[in-house]
């Protein structure tokens, strides 16, 4: 059997083997002939009966895995000890470190970074306590808060289970944004006690990025925030979704010819990403917006237990149309999908107005297969990496931090999301505009200098900067001043 085309992931097994009646080539064998390409062999400890070797193997995906593991542990004389691949290697110890600015090589360096020169330091923040943006890690310093109550595809996994996410989230705020952000997962999810805990640890923090909170609490909980502090709380699963669908449907009607305002979009999924990139579109003008869930459109004028529902109920289906999705997607421009796989079918494309619009972003199996949609769709985006035109959140939050922080915001405004999503759109030049090509990459460098700079400026406009003006056009630089320079800001 040969290797499968394809393979892309190596795995590391550790084995066990007895020494009597153990065969290493037997093993080979068995490796080659399900497909995987032994590409190193470590001896770990040899002892009087037995051996134990890692063997790295190249192989396809986890089910390839699963039945190499599974051939090995049927050969006599051998047991799997441990099954390692480069993901899982990857997370040992966590992704994320802590380090010193200054290192401190003496009884000097030590007198100014502890006591007792701290202390004048602190006094001048318990003097005038805005200091802190300037003095300590406040200024640049971001929390990713989660109760692990909607992960990603997963659900309800636990404050425990959800850590490896938040510190991506932590890893991509720094590479991409060179913003510090530190994962906190809180083992609750009562509404109160969440608002509370947030409340009370917001002194060390300049903004709060609240990350995978089950909606319909996480509207309450961002709402209180936003409303009880002074720093930017950005709930990413509502507003990045909705900054970056925006920016590739801007690009998207451009391409086909559309004004955005003029639309019939269609909404699936009524859930937080539901909602927020709904209010996104009316903010960007959209006046026809239909929302339907698992039992039908939302009825314009209709009474509904859902708050999320009644919202919908209240704001949008102008025309008050009815039925199920196959029903309102008649003569639509755009569908926006953020509910579950395979619910848009392709008669449901067909029915669609000219040139018809998809961004289908359920992940990981999106709401119509790219491939099933092709033949009718004249733009169609997913939430997936291996399709064109990613909707991924990472093109807003990096550059949104950094332009919140560096203007010192105290909130985020709807006219600072706009921004964000007309900034990541210009970075789709009128040359390349294409079908398969409306969005930016996710490691395109010029997004977040956009985002940052679009940010600021909205903010200023919006009267929600508190540090001047000249000061958050620069970067973090001025952090190197000297102090009497620093505390002026």
């Given at each position: 059997m040969s290797m499968p085309t394809g393979a892309n992931t190596s795995v590391i097994l550790r084995l066990e083997l007895q020494k009597e009646n153990a065969s290493f080539g037997t093993i080979a064998t068995a490796i080659s002939e399900s497909g995987g390409d032994i590409v190193a062999i470590d001896v770990v400890r040899t002892e009087k009966m037995t051996?134990?070797?890692?063997?790295?193997?190249?192989?396809?995906?986890?089910?390839?895995?699963?039945?190499?593991?599974?051939?090995?542990?049927?050969?006599?004389?051998?047991?799997?000890?441990?099954?390692?691949?480069?993901?899982?290697?990857?997370?040992?110890?966590?992704?994320?470190?802590?380090?010193?600015?200054?290192?401190?090589?003496?009884?000097?360096?030590?007198?100014?970074?502890?006591?007792?020169?701290?202390?004048?330091?602190?006094?001048?923040?318990?003097?005038?306590?805005?200091?802190?943006?300037?003095?300590?890690?406040?200024?640049?310093?971001?929390?990713?808060?989660?109760?692990?109550?909607?992960?990603?595809?997963?659900?309800?996994?636990?404050?425990?289970?959800?850590?490896?996410?938040?510190?991506?989230?932590?890893?991509?705020?720094?590479q991409l944004g060179g913003v510090d952000a530190f994962p906190i997962c809180l083992d609750t999810q009562d509404t109160e006690e969440i608002i509370r805990i947030v409340k009370a640890m917001a002194p060390t923090f300049g903004g709060i990025n609240l990350e995978d909170i089950s909606a319909p609490r996480c509207f309450e909980i961002e709402e209180r925030l936003v409303q009880e502090l002074d720093i930017p709380v950005f709930h990413d699963d509502q507003h990045g979704t909705a900054v970056v669908l925006l920016s590739g449907l801007l690009n998207a009607v451009k391409l086909v010819g559309k004004r955005l305002e003029h639309c019939k979009v269609v909404v699936c999924g009524l859930g937080a990403a539901g909602t927020a990139c709904t209010k996104m579109l009316m903010a960007a003008g959209v006046a026809n917006v239909v929302g339907v869930d698992r039992q039908g459109a939302i009825i314009r004028g209709g009474s509904y237990d859902n708050p999320a529902w009644q919202w919908f109920a209240e704001h949008t289906n102008p025309n008050k149309e009815t039925g199920l999705l196959s029903d309102v997607i008649q003569d639509a421009d755009i569908f926006i999908g953020v509910s579950g796989p395979g619910v848009l079918k392709p008669d449901d494309v067909k029915r669609m107005a000219k040139d018809p619009i998809v961004f289908a972003m359920a992940n990981p199996t999106p709401e119509i297969l790219p491939e099933e949609a092709e033949p009718y769709v004249r733009v169609m985006a997913t939430g997936r990496s291996d399709y064109p035109n990613q909707i991924n959140n990472v093109l807003c939050f990096p550059g949104m931090f950094r332009g919140v922080l560096d203007c010192r915001a105290s909130r985020v405004t709807e006219g600072m999301k706009l921004a964000a999503a007309r900034a990541i759109a210009s970075v789709v030049s009128a040359d390349e505009l294409n079908e398969h090509y409306i969005i930016p990459s996710v490691f395109n460098q010029a997004v977040v200098e956009r985002v940052r700079e679009a940010v600021i400026e909205a903010a200023y406009e919006a009267g929600v900067a508190r540090r001047a003006r000249e000061s958050a056009r620069g970067t973090d630089r001025d952090q190197q001043r000297e102090p009497s320079a620093a505390l002026s800001h």
């Open positions: 051996t134990v070797r890692d063997l790295t193997i190249n192989v396809y995906d986890s089910k390839h895995t699963e039945l190499i593991v599974s051939l090995i542990g049927k050969l006599p004389g051998v047991r799997v000890i441990h099954v390692s691949d480069q993901t899982f290697l990857l997370h040992l110890g966590g992704k994320i470190e802590m380090s010193t600015k200054y290192p401190i090589k003496n009884r000097d360096d030590l007198s100014r970074v502890y006591t007792p020169g701290v202390a004048r330091v602190c006094t001048a923040i318990a003097e005038k306590p805005s200091l802190a943006h300037t003095l300590t890690i406040k200024r640049n310093t971001v929390a990713v808060v989660s109760d692990g109550s909607a992960v990603l595809g997963l659900g309800n996994i636990g404050p425990e289970a959800a850590m490896p996410v938040m510190e991506g989230k932590a890893m991509l705020f720094k």
